[in-house]
């Protein structure tokens, strides 16, 4: 397995449901990330996390909950859910570190509709 | 949050046209990314600027850096079927803090027409 893999790739949830997203990346980078693409919107960074601390959260709501407990693997777990976080979730992983350009690559990504 | 101006917001072109595109923003960036997502998948990395003035081929892609370092262009030449997708660019301010993040633009939808 190559590059950066997410499963699942597709989740229907209801809003009392739990579920858990995972991401993996067989790049031997450092960082990893988590974004949201909705339609006609940019993409949404949510969390950032660098040598398995997390260095960002883009006033994330609380019921997106990430875990990372490796450089290798990231999760995303989900909890309490509205119909508007249906959406495409793409983990991408880059190098790390800080002091260089982070170029990402992304995970196939998966998509979320809450019902 | 910022987001980069794309443009055009979709393009619908026959096979073997050539197919520009650009990215603008208010302010000057150190690093431009093009990347394609094809229905269904993450974005894939298409070209890096890493230097104002920059032009960097990657097969029938052509990008460029902006002299400004406010813009940056993607020229894909005779275009085929599987060029379809919708290609997005992002911007690197700088290399620290907050600068690091990256900031995308809306993307640029393409249709090619057999």
């Known amino acids: 397995e190559t590059g950066v893999t997410q499963t699942p790739r597709h989740l229907v949830m209801g809003m009392t449901n739990k579920k858990s997203l995972k991401c993996e990346q067989h790049l031997g980078h450092n960082a990893m990330y988590w974004y949201k693409q909705s339609a006609k919107k940019p993409l949404e960074l949510m969390f950032v996390y660098n040598f398995k601390e997390q260095t960002e959260n883009n006033s994330v709501p609380s019921r997106f909950s990430p875990e990372c407990p490796n450089s290798s693997h990231l999760f995303l777990h989900l909890h309490t859910l509205q119909p508007e976080d249906s959406a495409l979730y793409l983990c991408?992983?880059?190098?790390?570190?800080?002091?260089?350009?982070?170029?990402?690559?992304f995970g196939p990504g998966t998509r979320l509709l809450v019902l | 949050g910022q987001q980069l101006n794309q443009s055009p917001q979709s393009m619908f072109i026959q096979e073997g046209e050539d197919v520009s595109m650009n990215c603008t923003s208010s302010s000057i960036f150190n690093t431009w990314l093009w990347y394609k997502q094809d229905p269904g998948e993450g974005p894939v990395l298409l070209i890096a600027?890493?230097?104002a003035g920059e032009l960097t081929s990657n097969g029938r892609l052509t990008a460029q850096f902006g002299i400004t370092r406010k813009d940056s262009f993607l020229n894909i030449s005779a275009s085929i079927p599987s060029d379809v997708g919708i290609y997005f660019c992002a911007g690197q301010r700088g290399w620290a803090g907050n600068n690091r993040k990256l900031i995308w633009g809306l993307g640029t939808s393409l249709a090619v027409n057999p």
């Open positions: 991408a992983s880059s190098h790390g570190g800080g002091g260089a350009v982070e170029t990402q690559y």
């Open positions: 600027l890493y230097k």
